[in-house]
């Protein structure tokens, strides 16, 4: 559930689920703006994602990991519709 709390700093955000929720969010919020997708479209996302260059050697293959990983198509029920991610 989505709240006003603040998450503290964490260096290394492919420790915890809820950065990746927290992303799973920002692009369906996204996608409910755009009203081209049509129910049963499968909507191919791109995330242009940034490290601070003094992180960026120790933890881009980590983050490409947790962001892309192998999950496939994922299936979300967000706002009472069905998207295919």
Do not use: C, W
């Not at 969010?25 to 191919?44: H, M, R, S, Y």
């Not at 995330?47 to 490409?64: C, D, R, T, V």
């Not at 892309?68 to 299936?75: I, P, Q």
């Amino acid at each position: 559930m989505l709240s006003e709390n603040r998450i503290p700093y964490r260096r290394d955000k492919t420790v915890e689920p809820r950065f990746f929720i927290l992303t799973l969010f920002a692009i369906l919020l996204e996608i409910e703006t755009n009203n081209q997708v049509a129910p049963g479209d499968i909507i191919k996302v791109q995330l242009p994602i940034g490290l601070p260059p003094k992180h960026f050697a120790e933890l881009y293959e980590k983050y490409e990991a947790f962001f892309k990983g192998d999950r496939g198509v994922l299936e979300v029920i967000y706002n009472d519709r069905k998207y295919q991610i």
